[in-house]
């Protein structure tokens, strides 16, 4: 097997044959996998990582969350077409993104530091708040693990998500993080998308 490794700090990565990685200012990155083939990410040095990862590509790729220890995975998600996911990798894993078509893949995906969320009790450990499109557009925010809502013009959209959930949303081909749900969010407040949309693209 024909290994080929990029010197890049932090992490590495390697496959069955070449593809090209580009490094964007924001530290998004995009990855192409080859048709029938897999890619292998890891973070050595981090206690425990989030990486948000978004499937470009017009296919269905295979995600794993693999124990290195045994090389046994832990947990395994298809990543469909056009869509938008966040995971926590332990310390203990590594990523392995599977290319089983005979068609490249193409993702972007963006690393964070972070630590396990704690299983306790979701009423204590979560926020229920309404989201407000006061503007004449539907959109369409992503809340991984969750669902993709459209939200009309002028209508608002109740959510219960639990403390460290983030709602992103789509903004020239890339994902912008506009609120993270923390304890200084009010329960049944109305927060405004507008609002949330000016920040997140003006920071």
């Not at 890049?8 to 998004?28: C, D, E, P, V, W």
């Not at 009309?152 to 994902?175: D, P, W, Y």
Request: avoid cysteine; proline fraction near 3%; glycine fraction near 4%.
């Amino acid at each position: 097997m024909l290994k080929k490794i990029l010197p890049i700090s932090l992490f590495f990565i390697f496959g069955l044959t070449a593809f090209s990685q580009n490094k964007k200012k924001n530290g998004t990155s995009i990855i192409y996998i080859p048709a029938k083939q897999e890619i292998v990410l890891d973070y050595p040095s981090y206690k425990g990582f989030i990486i948000d990862i978004w499937n470009k590509g017009k296919f269905n790729l295979i995600f794993s969350q693999v124990f290195k220890k045994n090389d046994s995975v832990s947990k395994a998600k298809i990543l469909k077409e056009d869509s938008f996911n966040s995971f926590f990798i332990d310390q203990v894993e590594f990523i392995r993104i599977k290319n089983e078509l005979l068609a490249p893949g193409n993702i972007s995906y963006k690393i964070r530091k972070g630590t396990k969320p704690k299983r306790n009790n979701i009423n204590k450990n979560s926020k229920s708040f309404f989201l407000v499109n006061t503007t004449i557009q539907n959109i369409k925010v992503y809340i991984p693990g969750v669902k993709n809502p459209t939200i009309k013009s002028n209508t608002r959209l109740f959510l219960n998500l639990k403390i460290g959930q983030s709602v992103f949303l789509k903004f020239a081909n890339e994902m912008v993080e506009l609120i993270k749900i923390d304890d200084s969010i009010q329960n049944n407040i109305q927060i405004d998308l507008a609002d949330l949309i000016e920040n997140a693209i003006n920071e």
